[in-house]
């Protein structure tokens, strides 16, 4: 079955980049997300990615697609306290018709002052 | 004012009582879903609705029912709680279409004693 699956921990100083990576598993997938958890709150839809795309820039978020490997990137430059959060990938099951997500386990990313 | 809303946002219970989950959504949009968050994992479906009409079961149905009163409302029924229901309970909405993104309502914390 589809699985996502992502690393369960980041800490990286504040002003670093932070890289958080994310691999899956259904090829057929056509848009994969990146949700940001913030404690206590719900998932903030933070960007998404088409699969025929190999790279997606919006602020100081980047997106990289590796569609052969299956692998998806989320590099967020300069990071801030304000970054700290839990960060989910996920892809869209599309073989299903459902219009459900699959979601990774989640990263928390800790940003030290 | 929040596109998602969830009522409540806490709820303690006793096991073997009933409970009602809401979910209401201004984004007009038609799909609705109730999503499952347990510590350390990802979010798991329980049911989606892709209009009034259509009700639909998810991945982890078993133990919860849902009502889709209106284009705007979706809740979700727990007919006699359990302990291992005690999770964090998410409600989102979707347009559908070829560019389908769900949007997440804030989540009802729910623990059965």
């Known amino acids: 079955g589809e699985d996502v699956e992502q690393s369960l921990f980041l800490s990286v100083r504040e002003g670093d980049s932070s890289v958080i990576n994310c691999t899956y598993t259904d090829s057929s997938s056509t848009y994969l997300y990146w949700y940001k958890q913030e404690p206590g709150a719900g998932l903030q839809l933070l960007t998404y990615i088409f699969s025929n795309m190999d790279m997606k820039q919006d602020q100081r978020l980047t997106v990289l697609l590796n569609k052969k490997d299956k692998h998806l990137s989320l590099r967020i430059a300069d990071t801030q306290t304000g970054d700290s959060a839990i960060y989910f990938c996920a892809e869209r099951d599309d073989s299903s018709n459902t219009g459900k997500l699959i979601f990774g386990q989640g990263t928390t990313l800790q940003v030290k002052p | 004012d929040a596109d998602v809303t969830q009522t409540p946002r806490n709820r303690i219970t006793k096991t073997g009582k009933r409970i009602m989950l809401e979910c209401s959504q201004t984004k007009g949009h038609d799909r609705m879903y109730w999503y499952r968050q347990d510590p350390g994992l990802g979010l798991q479906l329980i049911y989606y609705?892709?209009?009034?009409?259509?009700?639909n079961k998810g991945e982890i149905s078993d133990g919860y029912s849902v009502s889709r009163q209106a284009q705007a409302k979706f809740s979700l029924s727990l007919e006699s709680a359990i302990p291992n229901q005690t999770a964090l309970y998410f409600c989102a909405t979707s347009r559908g279409g070829s560019t389908d993104t769900q949007y997440f309502g804030p989540g009802t914390r729910l623990t059965v004693l």
């Open positions: 609705s892709f209009d009034v009409k259509d009700i």
